[in-house]
């Protein structure tokens, strides 16, 4: 290996190392102020690094934003995955367990959920973000629904359910002892045999 090879990978293990830095620094600052209300500035300084070289990391705020939504997209899957397996391994119902630790995940990483919520707000302006949350999503209805075998309708409601749970993590809904909290909060019934919805 030539000297200006070495010299090249130990820069690319540099920045790669960098951008990782970059990213778990800028995790808590998007989640705390949203994609658009955190400053360049504000991740740059947090990663201990200058302003100019964030951007030769990451080009545009969206890149960074793209990143960590990819990350974020990404740990949910593998959430859901693992889920799944354990499922297989014990024979628990297959649904039930990856909404259980869907639950356990947003319970306890709250950045996590804060930047979803974020980032859907962030869609409805910046077409970058959108396209990264539908692939997201659609890698992971794609998953559920081949992992599960489940009919559409059950994979429908499997992911409505998974959207009114980041609705009760944002609200701290499982704190409450009120009536609608313990409604919202109850794991869902299955419906009646014998027709209906």
């Known amino acids: 290996m030539s000297a200006y090879s070495l010299s090249l990978t130990r820069t690319l293990s540099t920045a790669d190392a960098r951008r990782e830095a970059v990213l778990a620094a800028a995790l808590p600052l998007f ?67 990856m909404g259980k630790a869907y639950v356990a995940l947003l319970q306890h990483d709250r950045d996590l959920l804060l930047l979803q919520l974020h980032a859907h707000a962030a869609s409805l302006e910046s077409p970058q973000i959108r396209d990264a949350m539908r692939d997201g999503f659609r890698r992971l209805v794609a998953f559920v629904g081949e992992v599960s075998g489940a009919p559409a309708d059950e994979v429908q409601r499997f992911f409505a359910r998974g959207m009114l749970l980041n609705v009760i993590a944002a609200l701290d809904v499982w704190e409450l002892d009120e009536p609608w909290a313990r409604l919202l909060v109850a794991p869902p019934q299955p419906p009646p045999s014998g027709g209906g919805c």
């Open 31 to 97: 989640a705390e102020r949203g994609i658009s209300g955190t400053p360049t500035l504000a991740v740059a300084k947090a990663s201990g690094i200058s302003q100019a070289y964030l951007f030769r990391l990451f080009p545009t705020k969206a890149d960074l934003a793209i990143a960590l939504i990819e990350r974020t997209n990404e740990r949910v899957h593998q959430t859901m995955a693992a889920a799944a397996a354990a499922a297989r391994a014990t024979g628990e119902p297959l649904l039930p367990t």
